[in-house]
Structure formats: C-alpha cells, structure tokens
C-alpha cells in the first residue's frame, strides 16, 4: 500500500512539472523570466491556498483525480497564462480567484465527492483566473515561455504538497486524519471569503 500511494504521488509529480521542466532549461536571460513565474503563486495567499486545496481535492477523490485534477488546473492555467500575456481582458478575474478558494475549500471541508469530470471542469475554470492573474503581472523585461514555464512548475510543486498533505494527515488515523484535512478545508474557505471581502 505504500508503495502505491508513492508511486500515485511521482506520477502526479512527473504530469504536472513535465512542460515546466521543459522550460526550465533555458539562457542566462530567460532564467530571469523564470525565476520572476515561479515567484508569482507563492507570494500571494490566494494563490497558494487555492493550488493547495486543488492537491487535497485531487487526494480525497482519489483514483484518477490524483493526476486530471491537478494536470486540469496546470493545464489550462497555461491557457490563462497566455491570454494575460498577450493582453487579451478577461472579467472578474479577482473575483474568480478569491472564489476558487472559498468552492475549494468548501469542497475540501466538507469532503464533496464530486464525480471526476465535474471536478476538473471546475478546477480547470478557476485555473484561468490564476494564470491570467501571472499572466498579465509578468514583467515587460522576461519572455513569455520561461514566465509560463516558472508559474507551471511553482503551481505544480504547491499541488503536490497538497496531496502529500492529505496523505500524510491521513495516515494518522481513519477518524483523526480526514477530519484534520476537512478543518483544513473549512479554515481556507473562511480564508477565501476574507479575501474576496477584503479583510484579509
């Protein structure tokens, strides 16, 4: 059993850093850009608490919502990420965000076993919101890919820490560990709606 969990972690780990790791091969230039992507989702706590949760959602569904689950958000983060790039409007993306943490943490909270499809479709739509958030705020000076390639690999090593997380509160006890991870999810949700509501 073990040796199950961790072999679900590595792949989770392999999918969503494969493109990132791609770019993370670049100049002494470009290297500036990704530096500048991969600070962007940790220096804010929307960011973070939401990539986060989207790692706990992925472990308490299980299956294959350990890899789509995360893969979706990455995925179309980048897609995000590219319209903010090239400028294009998108509405409410503030919004979208503080939002995403608070349905993320209520579906973490209160332990929502959504089927798969349906949890990708959502994590997927908030993932535009963030990406075109680092998308629109990268520096004038970097280029693009290795931005992109830097934000990809921060917003995957944050949903591989959520899934840990849940694997390891998990492994305290059947009736410690998922209450832990639903008071976790509670605690974020009310951290959303700070957020959005501005006292946080």
Request: charged letters at 5%; aromatic letters at 8%; hydrophobic letters at 60%.
């Amino acid at each position: 059993m073990p040796f199950n969990r961790t072999s679900r972690i590595a792949l989770v780990l392999a999918a969503t850093l494969y493109p990132a790791l791609a770019y993370a091969h670049v100049g002494i230039g470009d290297t500036s850009g990704f530096a500048h992507g991969f600070a962007h989702p940790v220096s804010g706590l929307d960011h973070i608490l939401a990539m986060l949760l989207v790692g706990i959602l992925a472990f308490q569904l299980g299956g294959r919502a350990l890899w789509l689950v995360p893969l979706a958000f990455v995925t179309m983060m980048a897609v995000g990420g590219a319209l903010g790039i090239a400028g294009i409007n998108l509405p409410f993306v503030e919004l979208g965000i503080a939002l995403s943490v608070i349905v993320l943490g209520a579906a973490v909270g209160f332990e929502v076993k959504a089927p798969v499809a349906l949890a990708v479709g959502l994590v997927g739509l908030f993932a535009v919101f963030h990406g075109h958030a680092h998308g629109a705020e990268m520096p004038a000076t970097v280029t693009g890919l290795a931005y992109a390639g830097g934000f990809m690999m921060a917003t995957a090593l944050l949903h591989t820490v959520g899934i840990a997380f849940g694997f390891g509160i998990g492994g305290i006890g059947r009736r410690v560990g998922p209450s832990a991870v639903r008071i976790v999810g509670g605690v974020a949700a009310l951290a959303g709606l700070g957020i959005l509501t501005g006292t946080i």
